[in-house]
């Protein structure tokens, strides 16, 4: 078609295919992963020329689209997990990263910007990074477990001077040297992610070589990287030789890595965006489009969920009324059951879209037709929640465990969710279930010292405000641990794990692996015995997190406990005149049965903490807890003020009170 076609046809990302301004959107539909076929919708983006148009618009979509659904669309179209590069096409240190690997690579606070298929060398102790065979271009997050392990000529280096086994390259030593760091020949050094450096079976830091800012002003001359901390004026001043005379939890920049993790409905999301709300920074532009295409598309899953369930409960009033009717007949009446009509039917017109809804969730088309074409159909999907029938199918909700507390919340503003002007607010986001629709795992790296005083600290504070700990949250659902718990493999110096179960499960159904039905409580007993099992955790500190305290206490005075065959043997010992206390003895129930379990698989103490996930304070107070526990748990190690054993039990009790 040459230029002239080029402007006037479109063509998919995926397979080619080319369609003008009249059919365009008929082909690609709401376009959730960009200029694709709705036939190539979860294909990959192949060939470079076509992936190095992602996210750029064209004349003819800025014709047949507004502005802010162009933008939207672009935005899914460069941030959608289908056009990211595979795993396979991704090299480091020799090695092809698996989907696990490059889900932490590019979820982590720092990723590889702009990542192609190639391949590549990673120092995981500096987060230098570089192509095989040349020298660094970036640093990105330090201590990500990804590819093979780094070879001493990853970069091609001639320089006899080894930094982290890697032979560094003469660009790398000519910055070095008019940084005054002493490197002769046959040198070999550590580097570490703050810039501090130490020879190699010494243990004695010699310097910051990103402290000065000659040294950055040379690195950037020769357009080296430097830390992201670092880009912008000093950070702090020049530490000289440190010796690593002070303990683990106060030294400079450490950061502990902290796992949260939690079945689906935990809360384990919600307490990672309260702790984003509180620690972190605000959502980014891309974090936000995330959360409202998970929210638009939810929309739509609650209200197929409610269809399903609306045809069970019409098939089961239809029964029940040819059986009147039979009794009826036989009682010598006749026409007055067959006209009766049911509570649960709908009209031809709302029954053909809730026909054509439920055909596209059951052959698993429904990312293709949502969240992008949502504003079309807003106004017949208000109409078919305030429905009658819909109305009564919810009210029974209780007989049905699949939908979550938070559906009326959204479906009673689908309208308003549906615009493409629509931004989630602080509440649509707490509320929304999960973090992003394309994969389980979520980082958020944030230093509590530096927002919060502690007067009531077992240790005491540094002067110094450059002396923080440091923290790295990492939160996967229950769907990125399938596979046998294969990423926590990945997962190195855990400092603990944040088990998240939520208390009001007790009497909730859950859909296992293999399509059976199971109580959602004993689900989440079974995953936390198999993560604190796992041999990467063998001597990692566990805080669990027994969540929605506030649903727990108001549902088991009307459910009983014992639901749930793993609470059968629960007694209160006295009878209970008020909510507070049969909740209370309830909880106290549940946290030992977990200290129990967990003691018959760990000498470890098990560290538990009460949460509403949607009451900030409360999330505030478990991190605080954690950060406590982290410290007691140094002190012990490092023995510095004798057995604390008995400290550790009174915390422990206190933190179920």
């Not at 703050?194 to 040294?215: F, R």
């Amino acid at each position: 078609m040459g230029i002239l076609g080029d402007q006037r046809q479109e063509e998919c990302l995926a397979c080619g295919a080319r369609y003008c301004a009249g059919c365009v959107l008929r082909a690609m539909g709401s376009m959730p992963e960009g200029r694709k076929c709705v036939a190539c919708i979860g294909a990959p983006v192949a060939d470079p020329r076509r992936r190095a148009r992602l996210g750029k618009g064209s004349r003819l979509l800025a014709r047949v689209l507004a502005p802010a659904e162009l933008r939207q669309v672009m935005r899914a179209e460069r941030g959608c997990a289908a056009n990211q590069v595979r795993p396979d096409e991704v090299v480091v240190n020799g090695r092809g990263l698996s989907q696990g690997e490059l889900d932490l690579l590019l979820g982590c606070a720092v990723p590889p910007d702009r990542l192609a298929p190639g391949r590549y060398w990673y120092d995981k102790d500096s987060g230098l990074w570089g192509k095989e065979g040349e020298r660094p271009d970036r640093i990105v997050n330090s201590k990500l477990s990804v590819g093979g392990k780094l070879r001493a000529d990853a970069s091609n280096g001639s320089t006899q001077v080894f930094v982290n086994g890697r032979e560094i390259t003469k660009t790398e030593l000519r910055m070095l040297k008019l940084a005054n760091v002493q490197c002769p020949r046959n040198t070999h050094f550590w580097l570490y992610d703050d810039g501090s450096y130490e020879e190699e079976g010494q243990n004695i830091i010699k310097g910051n070589i990103w402290q000065k800012a000659s040294t950055r002003l040379i690195a950037n001359l020769f357009s080296l990287p430097i830390p992201p901390g670092y880009s912008h004026g000093l950070k702090g001043d020049a530490t000289g030789d440190s010796g690593r005379f002070v303990p683990d939890y106060l030294e400079q920049k450490s950061v502990h890595k902290l796992l949260l993790v939690g079945l689906e409905g935990s809360g384990s999301s919600t307490i990672f965006k309260q702790a984003k709300f509180l620690y972190g920074s605000k959502f980014s532009p891309g974090e936000l489009l995330d959360l409202k295409l998970m929210i638009q598309i939810n929309v739509y899953k609650y209200l197929s969920t409610l269809l399903e369930w609306r045809e069970c409960f019409e098939d089961q009033a239809m029964k029940e009324n040819r059986e009147l009717c039979t009794i009826d007949k036989a009682a010598g009446e006749t026409g007055v059951a067959q006209t009766r009509p049911s509570l649960f039917s709908l009209n031809q017109r709302l029954m053909q879209f809730a026909d054509w809804l439920l055909e596209i969730v059951a052959l698993g088309d429904l990312d293709a037709f949502f969240p992008a074409a949502t504003r079309e159909y807003a106004p017949i999907v208000q109409e078919v929640w305030k429905d009658t029938a819909i109305q009564a199918t919810y009210k029974r909700n209780n007989e049905f465990h699949f939908l979550p507390d938070v559906a009326s919340y959204f479906l009673d503003r689908v309208v308003e969710i549906s615009s493409n002007e629509y931004e989630p607010t602080e509440k649509d986001i707490l509320y929304a279930e999960g973090i992003n629709q394309w994969n389980g795992l979520s980082l958020l790296e944030f230093s509590l010292d530096e927002r919060y005083q502690f007067t009531d600290s077992y240790v005491d504070k540094p002067d110094d405000p450059s002396m923080l700990t440091k923290y790295q949250l990492i939160r996967i659902n229950s769907k990125g641990l399938n596979g046998g718990l294969r990423c926590l493999e990945m997962l190195q110096e855990v400092r603990a794990i944040i088990f998240c179960i939520s208390l009001a499960d007790y009497d909730q159904t859950w859909v296992q692996g293999s399509g059976e039905l199971s109580n959602k409580m004993i689900s989440s007993r079974d995953m936390f015995e198999d993560v604190i099992s796992h041999p990467s955790f063998e001597d990692t500190t566990c805080v669990l997190l027994l969540n929605k305290y506030d649903s727990f206490e108001a549902k088991v005075n009307r459910v009983p406990l014992t639901v749930c065959d793993w609470f059968a043997d629960f007694s209160p010992v006295k009878p209970h005149h008020t909510h507070q206390s049969l909740a209370s003895h309830a909880y106290y129930y549940i946290a030992l049965k977990f200290k129990d379990l967990y003691s018959r698989i760990s000498d470890r103490k098990l560290f538990v903490f009460q949460t509403k996930a949607l009451e900030r304070k409360t999330v505030d107070d478990a991190f605080r807890y954690i950060r406590e526990v982290l410290r007691w748990d140094d002190v012990k190690n490092s023995d510095a003020f004798g057995s604390v054993e008995d400290s550790l039990c009174s915390m422990d009790m206190s933190s179920s009170s």
